[in-house]
């Protein structure tokens, strides 16, 4: 296995996704009895599509439903008169160890380059910004020797805390039972402990200054500011890092908002039952059903009916939630018998953090241009301790308008601009850029009106992603394995949930894919099918390599 390419494989489950997907096999196989049954797929995200692509091929009908847009949080938008230009308003750097997020990448064709992260190639220039001080550089070397201070202790965090080096060593060989036997007592020991409480307490950190904290808060490592991220559940921070998350980014050429939308529409040859030219979209004459607003067991024929929003009912042998949870209680009618109190209790208490992104469309990327005094660049990737906190600089080409973000922040920084409409926060992000390169007129670039979004601040969402806290290790256990329904009261079977806030690794569209493929195999078992035996599913292995239960 060790010439596998490095995946997000565990470390609480340690499942080949990937392989699962690529093997000859393929997923799985249907009796005769099942082909063209219809189930629910509530949402049409990422983890809705992949769902409903791979049960249509299984021979399902995946019957979808949409309270907004089709897409969900990977939603591209195009600026006015321009339609190759986007704004990625979800997710828009995708690391590459996630592997069967790439799967389906690679299956629609889609383009991707090098996302352009704080003090990588990509960005070629960085700038930050703390406490009114202005740093330029193009990697780390060329930071004052704090920075390297605070990167070096965050490495030994990392080893003094979780054994890094040899558990990522065990993830990228593959090694299931190397990876349990680091990952389990860290589950233990870091589930009711924040990220904050990991750093301010290493050995490394504790013999360096306050200011190192703060430092490492505002910069982090990777993709800019972490200080968000503090109050989180340390387990998730140590997933990210040892999964590579953080690193290796690429961007989705024209848009992330593609992958849903070509699965939606593609026609595999590689299909069940259906005739070759099926599509998701064929399946559902063309468009998704309207949002769920009712989801109950019909005690006549025992199966689970959904109702939407315009009042049709249809019933189903099985349903695949998707929507973040919350909505479940908020914009659904959901039927409390469908699901235990303990697994309500997870699903309900599951935190999301909130996000906002301002972008602008700019004439050209002018920011190249070098100041003819210093030789820096006009502008840079920049982080900041301002609103700002982070803004990207997407190049299109010399003679191609450029895209700016103005702004990616998250939690408080987020809140502050939460009842602030587009402008307003184009005019704040601008001053807040305005002290940091004094000499740029960026606004006499903008060429778009600007685009915005505050996630927490659509009904069909409540939040940008999930963000565990402390203590929330069982929950998302309760969330995760729900997918294995032999055990369950039959009252409580045949509905499943999938996203990325079911997964371990939420915020990560990789998450919302491998929850869907576990949904997946749900399904396939509810429908008495099964995988190949030389090509076992998800839930085959889980009872020999599932996450660690932690003492009621
Ligand atoms: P969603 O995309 O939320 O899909 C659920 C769908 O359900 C939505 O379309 C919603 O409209 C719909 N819905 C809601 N209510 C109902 C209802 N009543 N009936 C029917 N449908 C309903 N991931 C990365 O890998 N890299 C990143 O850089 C990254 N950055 C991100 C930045 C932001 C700001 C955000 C918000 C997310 C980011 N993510 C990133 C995460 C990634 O976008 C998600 O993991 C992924 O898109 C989630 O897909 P999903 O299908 O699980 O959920």
Same mark, same amino acid.
């Given at each position: 296995?060790?010439?596998?390419?490095?995946?997000?494989?565990?470390?609480?489950?340690? @499942?080949?996704?990937?392989?699962?997907?690529? =093997?000859?096999?393929?997923?799985?196989?249907?009796?005769?009895?099942?082909?063209?049954?219809?189930?629910?797929?509530?949402?049409?995200?990422?983890?809705?599509?992949?769902?409903?692509?791979?049960?249509?091929?299984?021979?399902?009908?995946?019957?979808?439903?949409?309270?907004?847009?089709?897409?969900?949080?990977?939603?591209?938008?195009?600026?006015?008169?321009?339609?190759?230009?986007?704004?990625?308003?979800?997710?828009?750097?995708?690391?590459?160890?996630?592997?069967?997020?790439? =799967?389906?990448?690679?299956?629609?064709?889609?383009?991707?380059?090098?996302?352009?992260?704080?003090?990588?190639?990509?960005?070629?220039?960085?700038?930050?910004?703390?406490?009114?001080?202005?740093?330029?550089?193009?990697?780390?070397?060329?930071?004052?020797?704090?920075? $390297? /201070?605070?990167?070096?202790?965050?490495?030994?965090?990392?080893?003094?805390?979780?054994?890094?080096?040899?558990?990522?060593?065990?993830?990228?060989?593959?090694?299931?039972?190397?990876?349990?036997?680091?990952?389990?007592?860290?589950?233990?020991?870091? +589930? /009711?402990?924040?990220?904050?409480?990991?750093?301010?307490?290493?050995?490394?950190?504790?013999?360096?200054?306050?200011? =190192?904290?703060?430092?490492?808060?505002?910069?982090?490592?990777?993709?800019?500011?972490?200080?968000?991220?503090?109050?989180?559940?340390?387990?998730?921070?140590?997933?990210?890092?040892?999964?590579?998350?953080?690193?290796?980014?690429?961007?989705?050429?024209?848009?992330?908002?593609?992958?849903?939308?070509?699965?939606?529409?593609?026609?595999?040859? +590689?299909?069940?039952?259906?005739?070759?030219?099926?599509?998701?979209?064929?399946? %559902?004459?063309?468009?998704?059903?309207?949002?769920?607003?009712?989801?109950?067991?019909?005690?006549?024929?025992?199966?689970?009916?959904?109702?939407?929003?315009?009042?049709?009912?249809?019933? @189903?042998?099985?349903?695949?939630?998707?929507?973040?949870?919350? !909505?479940?209680?908020?914009?659904?009618?959901?039927?409390?018998?469908?699901?235990?109190?303990?697994?309500?209790?997870?699903?309900?208490?599951?935190?999301?953090?909130?996000?906002?992104?301002?972008?602008?469309?700019?004439?050209?990327?002018?920011?190249?241009?070098?100041?003819?005094?210093?030789?820096?660049?006009?502008?840079?990737?920049?982080?900041?301790?301002?609103?700002?906190?982070?803004?990207?600089?997407?190049? *299109?080409?010399?003679?191609?308008?450029?895209?700016?973000?103005?702004?990616?922040?998250?939690?408080?920084?987020?809140?502050?601009?939460?009842? !602030? +409409?587009?402008?307003?926060?184009?005019?704040?992000? !601008?001053?807040?850029?305005?002290?940091?390169?004094?000499?740029?007129?960026?606004?006499?670039?903008?060429?778009? %009106?600007?685009?915005?979004?505050?996630?927490?601040?659509?009904? %069909?969402?409540?939040?940008?992603?999930?963000?565990?806290?402390?203590?929330?290790?069982?929950?998302? =256990?309760?969330?995760?394995?729900?997918?294995?329904? $032999? *055990?369950?009261?039959?009252?409580?079977?045949?509905?499943?949930?999938?996203?990325?806030?079911?997964?371990?690794?939420?915020?990560?569209?990789?998450?919302?894919?491998?929850?869907?493929?576990?949904?997946?195999?749900?399904?396939?078992? $509810? @429908?008495?099918?099964?995988?190949?035996?030389?090509?076992?599913?998800?839930?085959? !292995?889980?009872?020999?390599?599932?996450?660690?239960?932690?003492?009621?």
């Amino acid at each position: 296995m060790s010439d596998m390419p490095f995946s997000m494989y565990g470390p609480d489950f340690p @499942f080949a996704y990937d392989q699962w997907l690529q =093997h000859p096999a393929g997923l799985g196989e249907l009796p005769a009895s099942a082909m063209g049954a219809e189930v629910a797929i509530i949402g049409a995200g990422i983890a809705g599509l992949v769902c409903g692509y791979e049960l249509m091929r299984l021979g399902l009908k995946p019957v979808f439903y949409e309270a907004g847009r089709l897409g969900g949080r990977l939603r591209s938008v195009h600026f006015d008169g321009n339609e190759q230009i986007v704004a990625e308003l979800g997710g828009m750097r995708f690391p590459r160890s996630s592997r069967s997020f790439y =799967h389906y990448v690679e299956r629609m064709g889609l383009k991707t380059a090098p996302f352009p992260n704080p003090l990588t190639e990509a960005a070629g220039s960085t700038v930050i910004e703390l406490e009114g001080e202005r740093f330029y550089a193009q990697k780390l070397a060329d930071l004052p020797i704090i920075f $390297q /201070e605070v990167a070096e202790a965050y490495d030994s965090a990392l080893e003094e805390g979780a054994q890094f080096t040899d558990l990522q060593d065990a993830i990228r060989r593959r090694d299931a039972a190397a990876i349990k036997a680091i990952w389990n007592p860290l589950v233990k020991q870091w +589930d /009711e402990r924040t990220f904050y409480d990991f750093i301010s307490t290493s050995s490394a950190f504790r013999a360096l200054s306050f200011r =190192h904290r703060e430092v490492f808060g505002q910069v982090g490592f990777g993709t800019g500011g972490w200080d968000s991220d503090f109050p989180n559940t340390m387990l998730e921070i140590l997933r990210v890092n040892v999964t590579g998350c953080d690193t290796d980014q690429h961007l989705i050429v024209g848009g992330a908002e593609q992958l849903p939308r070509r699965l939606w529409q593609h026609a595999p040859s +590689d299909l069940n039952h259906w005739p070759v030219g099926t599509s998701l979209q064929s399946l %559902n004459q063309g468009a998704p059903r309207p949002g769920a607003a009712r989801i109950f067991r019909d005690g006549q024929t025992d199966q689970i009916a959904v109702t939407d929003t315009r009042g049709h009912t249809e019933r @189903f042998a099985a349903v695949v939630c998707t929507c973040q949870s919350w !909505l479940l209680t908020t914009a659904i009618d959901t039927e409390e018998s469908l699901f235990s109190h303990p697994l309500w209790m997870a699903l309900d208490r599951t935190r999301y953090m909130q996000s906002a992104k301002t972008f602008v469309m700019v004439d050209r990327p002018f920011w190249k241009e070098r100041d003819p005094v210093t030789g820096e660049k006009r502008m840079s990737m920049t982080l900041t301790d301002r609103l700002t906190r982070g803004t990207y600089l997407f190049d *299109h080409g010399d003679d191609q308008p450029g895209v700016i973000c103005l702004s990616y922040s998250w939690m408080s920084d987020a809140l502050k601009v939460l009842p !602030l +409409d587009a402008q307003k926060r184009t005019q704040l992000a !601008l001053s807040a850029l305005s002290r940091i390169y004094p000499d740029v007129d960026i606004a006499s670039h903008i060429r778009s %009106n600007p685009i915005t979004i505050s996630w927490e601040d659509d009904p %069909n969402f409540l939040g940008a992603f999930k963000g565990a806290l402390p203590g929330h290790y069982r929950y998302n =256990h309760r969330m995760y394995g729900h997918f294995m329904q $032999q *055990h369950l009261p039959a009252q409580q079977r045949g509905i499943f949930l999938a996203g990325d806030d079911i997964s371990w690794t939420p915020a990560w569209a990789e998450g919302a894919v491998q929850t869907a493929l576990n949904a997946v195999w749900g399904v396939m078992t $509810q @429908f008495k099918g099964c995988c190949a035996t030389d090509n076992p599913g998800p839930g085959d !292995l889980y009872p020999a390599w599932g996450p660690v239960s932690l003492a009621p």
